[in-house]
């Protein structure tokens, strides 16, 4: 599968504990993106890297998460002190370097928080 | 405010119905209108990317169309295949990296 992989698919943890998702892109995309999306809404921004540079990162974004990308290749996404309001989907996607701006999204990681 | 609305929130077609879904924006010097198709617990599968007002792009019954101020998905005879959250989104307005998606709406096809 040459997709943009995500693991885990899902996560269900109590709220307190960190949690951290890894996602893969698709070999070659230099660009990473991760979006956070809850029921019946779009995805929403979280941070943004070109190579192992995080470029942005949502002012919605508190400081209990962080993102890196080591070498440009796959990215993590930590949550430290969960909270119930994090429970969403968490999702990635890549762009060719080449290209203008087609993302390629994986599966998620849908997080639940009791 | 860089926004995006969609509507309607969601559709019930029969099978061969025609129909479309609107797109319309706020922004401040539009880089590319795309339309995504969500199918529940995945994510977004690309459909078109749009650039200037008056461009059209196919695939199978779908047709995306922009203008200056919205984007039409127009589905021709519709199939329960094609039963799928279609989300848009406009690409980052200048000195953001930021992509601005619409809610989506959730069409249902019937047989």
């Known amino acids: 599968d040459t997709g943009v992989s995500q693991n885990p698919r899902h996560k269900i943890t109590k709220r307190g504990q960190n949690v951290t998702f890894r996602c893969d892109p698709i070999s070659e995309h230099n660009r990473l993106y991760w979006y956070r999306q809850t029921l019946g809404q779009g995805p929403e921004f979280l941070t943004y890297?070109?190579?192992?540079?995080?470029?942005?990162k949502s002012r919605l974004l508190s400081d209990r998460f962080s993102a890196e990308r080591p070498k440009g290749s796959f990215s993590t996404l930590e949550i430290q002190r969960t909270e119930q309001g994090d429970s969403a989907m968490y999702l990635c996607?890549?762009?060719?370097?080449?290209?203008?701006?087609?993302?390629?999204f994986g599966p998620g990681t849908r997080l639940t928080v009791l | 405010e860089d926004q995006v609305t969609q509507s309607p929130e969601a559709l019930r077609l029969q099978e061969g119905e025609s129909s479309s879904l609107n797109c319309s924006y706020t922004v401040s010097g539009l880089r590319g209108l795309f339309w995504y198709r969500q199918d529940p617990g995945k994510g977004p599968e690309f459909l078109f990317t749009?650039?200037?007002a008056g461009e059209e792009k196919e695939k199978e019954r779908l047709k995306a169309t922009l203008t200056k101020k919205e984007s039409f998905l127009h589905i021709t005879a519709p199939k329960p295949e094609d039963s799928a959250t279609y989300l848009c989104a406009v690409g980052p307005p200048s000195g953001t990296y930021k992509y601005i998606f619409g809610t989506g709406t959730r069409l249902k096809v019937l047989a």
């Open positions: 749009l650039y200037s």
């Open positions: 890297f070109q190579n192992e540079a995080q470029l942005e």
């Open positions: 996607a890549s762009v060719l370097p080449t290209s203008r701006d087609t993302q390629y």
